[in-house]
């Protein structure tokens, strides 16, 4: 199994910056694409960035694109979201997720974190 625990949200204005942090243990951790979700009140969870194990790529969907990077520090467990430009649509909780299968859909992942909150003030 792997746990996933989301850190580093909070509240920004627009135009600012906040780096989020998914710390995970359990099974190998390199061994899992790793993708960021997020979820605004009354929206459905939507995927933002996927990290692949396999060659180190990253896969980011249109409205983020040139705004967030996704990062992987393997020596400790922990995958990052980078948002920089942050607008007040960003808003929202924003969970990390781990999969074998390479996915951009929610329910293509196996473990969750719990997520952490992010607020873009306008």
């Known amino acids: 199994q792997v746990q996933l625990v989301e850190s580093g949200g909070g509240l920004v204005q627009a135009g600012g910056s906040l780096r989020l942090s998914c710390a995970a243990s359990?099974?190998?951790?390199?061994?899992?694409?790793m993708g960021w979700f997020r979820q605004a009140p009354g929206k459905e969870r939507e995927f933002v960035a996927v990290?692949?194990?396999?060659?180190?790529?990253?896969y980011y969907a249109d409205p983020v694109k040139g705004r967030f990077t996704i990062s992987r520090d393997v020596a400790r467990n922990t995958v990052y979201l980078q948002m920089n430009s942050l607008k007040p649509e960003d808003t929202a909780v924003y969970y990390c997720?781990?999969?074998?299968?390479?996915?951009?859909?929610?329910?293509?992942?196996?473990?969750w974190g719990q997520g952490t909150q992010v607020t873009v003030s306008s």
């Open positions: 997720a781990a999969g074998s299968r390479l996915s951009i859909v929610w329910n293509g992942y196996d473990y």
């Open positions: 359990g099974r190998t951790f390199s061994s899992y694409h």
């Open positions: 990290f692949i194990w396999s060659g180190g790529n990253t």
